[in-house]
């Protein structure tokens, strides 16, 4: 194995360690204290496409959904990643489209917020279209689709799918992105009683995953453990105009202090929203839950 293989193994055993610790969301500062024979080597840095200069190929891609370029998930698990600048033969570009070539392990750094990035690893470069500025990225659980079979013949790609690929990393991508995201739209507050408390607040679904619905902030609420279950459970309902409505039994129930104003107070309450309009709950989703919510009653 040559040098960059040596360090880029080291590398994603101490990511996937660090992954174990915490999570797949992690931050600059985490992502930067790597240390090899004595040097730091940075996995984030400051461009897209980032090769530290310990390493002969790019380690990671980032991107971020608020910047120029149109990268993104296409799939459950390839993606987009557009050219730096508009040149194919850009240094970065070439570095990559040899990655490729070279069925190279990647790590993809999806940014949830300032700092703060969803670490996918590995990802391989599967596709270069030079007319459309941009390669297609895959997931572990598409090689075995995708348009390079041997990729799995490599040992060091085996050893690396072995040991650090699991369908539940994909599925805990999903759930801690989906919470990163709606908790920080709404600064880490119940949308219904603005409870603030991060570790009482749950990322909760307007249409449920087990419906289609999408792991988008704007198919998301923001809510505290007990307006989480009142909402899934039908006792209060969220109409299209954000008013909340408290069923009409559990309006006229009399019982203790969390009822009257945890739950009956809220009734005709606008709800919180994101100051961003962009991450406010979709209204036509909120429509189709409230049908349901009508129905409960
Ligand atoms: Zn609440």
């Known amino acids: 194995m040559n040098e960059d293989g040596k360090i880029r193994l080291k590398i994603f055993e101490w990511l ?31 461009k897209g496409i980032w090769k530290p200069k310990q390493l002969q190929f790019p380690i990671s891609i980032a991107s971020d959904p608020e910047g120029k370029y149109s990268d993104g998930f296409i799939s459950e698990s390839m993606l987009h990643y557009s050219y730096e600048g508009t040149d194919p033969n ?18 993809y750094l999806q940014k949830i917020s300032k700092g703060k990035y969803f670490v996918h690893l590995p990802v391989y470069i599967i596709k270069d ?30 050893y690396l799918k072995q040991e650090y690929v699991t369908r539940e990393v994909k599925q805990r991508m999903y759930q801690q992105t989906f919470r990163e995201l709606v908790l920080d739209a709404y600064k880490d507050h119940c949308a219904i009683c603005s409870l603030r408390h991060r570790e009482l607040l749950d990322a909760a679904h307007i249409k449920s995953d087990a419906e289609g619905g999408k792991p988008l902030v704007t198919n998301g609420l923001s809510l505290c453990k007990i307006h989480h279950s009142a909402f899934d459970q039908n006792i ?3 109409n299209p105009d954000y008013i909340i409505e408290v069923r009409r039994d ?20 606008r709800i919180i929203l994101p100051h961003s309009s962009a991450k406010r709950p979709d209204r036509d989703l909120l429509a189709q839950r409230y049908e349901m919510f009508k129905k409960a009653i």
């Open 16 to 46: 996937s360690d660090q992954i174990r610790i915490f999570s797949n969301v992690l931050d600059t500062q985490l992502l930067n204290s790597f240390v090899y024979l004595d040097e730091r080597i940075f996995l984030q840095g400051s």
């Open 90 to 107: 850009l240094w970065t570009n070439l570095l990559l489209r040899e990655a490729m070539m070279r069925n190279i392990p990647l790590i």
């Open 129 to 158: 279209e030079p007319d459309k500025l941009r390669f297609t990225v895959a997931a572990e659980n598409v090689i075995q689709f995708s348009e390079k079979p041997n990729i799995l013949e490599d040992p060091e790609i085996r």
């Open 236 to 238: 209060l309902g969220i």
């Open 250 to 269: 559990v309006l006229e129930e009399i019982d203790g202090p969390m009822l009257k104003y945890g739950i009956q107070e809220m009734h005709g309450n």
